[in-house]
């Protein structure tokens, strides 16, 4: 049995997608009490969208603006994902952006299965804070998050808790992901890792260990149980992107955007 606020906000939602069009947030405003609403609107909307097989989902979003936040998590719809190749510009002209922005990140992909009795072991493991995530990854990539959002601007006086739930269940304002090539997985020094940024001819922005968790990795414990709570098993190739080391940067049609990470890869997008 469907909750009937669930499905009415889910619907909502869908229906902004299909049409390209905004919602306004206020009707929905106290409508969704607490995270777990909103992640049964994130499972409902991709079930009207019909985004994922039995397989589930294969790309995600994780992550927070500090180590001392409470993470979220999206899945992300398939039709929105593109892969670099070769080093190529990745064109998004064909996509629709109501108010786009962009964010640096790196993404992860998981070597092999995972249920949620291995993900607890391997925490357990090493009885460390942040277990090794070595023997979990296979490769890694610079990626590109466009952040997109269903709702129009919220209204003045709304209660941030409110903004951040509703902001959760649209698949956390996600527009698309752009994803670079793959090198293999490596422990690096991410507090010495260095970004850069240009949108059209801007200057070049040029960032250092900033990644708001410390590293990209230090999530996994979250997502994975996250996963694995709601699928059960988290399968191979399943790949997250990590969090922004550039902060949310607005964009428009027609800019072209390079991306770089030091060591590990260069991406170029065209909006």
């Given at each position: 049995?469907?909750?009937?606020?669930i499905?009415?906000?889910?619907?909502?939602?869908?229906?902004?997608?299909?049409?390209?069009?905004?919602?306004p947030?206020?009707?929905?405003?106290?409508?969704?009490?607490?995270?777990?609403?909103?992640?049964?609107?994130?499972a409902?909307v991709?079930?009207?969208?019909?985004?994922?097989?039995?397989?589930?989902?294969?790309?995600?979003?994780?992550?927070?603006?500090?180590?001392?936040?409470?993470?979220?998590?999206?899945?992300l719809?398939?039709?929105?994902?593109?892969?670099?190749?070769?080093?190529?510009?990745?064109?998004l002209?064909?996509?629709?952006?109501?108010?786009?922005?962009?964010?640096?990140?790196i993404?992860?992909?998981?070597?092999?299965?995972?249920?949620?009795?291995?993900?607890?072991?391997?925490?357990?493991?090493?009885?460390?804070s942040?277990?090794?995530?070595?023997?979990?990854?296979?490769?890694?990539?610079?990626?590109?998050?466009?952040?997109?959002?269903?709702?129009?601007?919220?209204?003045?006086?709304?209660?941030p808790?409110?903004?951040?739930?509703?902001?959760?269940?649209?698949q956390?304002?996600?527009?698309?992901?752009?994803?670079?090539?793959?090198?293999?997985?490596?422990a690096?020094?991410?507090?010495?890792?260095?970004?850069t940024?240009?949108?059209?001819?801007?200057?070049?922005?040029?960032?250092?260990?900033?990644?708001p968790?410390?590293?990209?990795?230090?999530?996994?414990?979250?997502?994975?149980?996250?996963?694995?709570?709601?699928?059960?098993?988290?399968?191979?190739?399943t790949i997250?992107t990590?969090g922004?080391?550039?902060g949310?940067?607005?964009?428009?049609?027609?800019?072209?955007?390079?991306?770089?990470?030091?060591?590990?890869?260069?991406?170029?997008?065209?909006?």
């Amino acid at each position: 049995m469907i909750d009937p606020a669930i499905d009415a906000i889910a619907q909502a939602l869908a229906g902004a997608r299909r049409s390209g069009t905004q919602l306004p947030m206020a009707p929905w405003l106290g409508r969704l009490p607490d995270a777990t609403a909103a992640y049964a609107v994130q499972a409902r909307v991709a079930a009207l969208m019909d985004w994922f097989g039995p397989a589930g989902p294969l790309h995600w979003k994780s992550g927070g603006p500090s180590r001392d936040a409470t993470l979220t998590h999206a899945p992300l719809p398939p039709d929105g994902v593109r892969q670099a190749h070769a080093g190529g510009t990745v064109d998004l002209r064909g996509m629709h952006f109501a108010r786009p922005l962009i964010e640096a990140e790196i993404a992860l992909r998981l070597a092999r299965d995972l249920t949620r009795a291995e993900v607890e072991a391997w925490q357990r493991g090493r009885g460390e804070s942040s277990p090794d995530p070595r023997p979990l990854l296979d490769g890694m990539a610079v990626s590109v998050e466009v952040v997109d959002s269903r709702w129009c601007l919220p209204p003045g006086g709304a209660e941030p808790a409110d903004l951040a739930r509703l902001h959760l269940a649209d698949q956390q304002v996600h527009g698309a992901l752009v994803l670079g090539d793959w090198v293999p997985f490596e422990a690096r020094d991410w507090h010495a890792q260095t970004c850069t940024l240009q949108i059209a001819d801007e200057p070049e922005r040029a960032f250092r260990g900033s990644h708001p968790l410390g590293s990209p990795t230090w999530l996994l414990p979250q997502w994975l149980a996250h996963l694995t709570r709601e699928q059960g098993v988290v399968h191979a190739g399943t790949i997250v992107t990590t969090g922004t080391w550039s902060g949310a940067l607005p964009i428009a049609a027609g800019d072209r955007v390079q991306v770089g990470f030091e060591g590990i890869g260069t991406l170029i997008l065209q909006l």
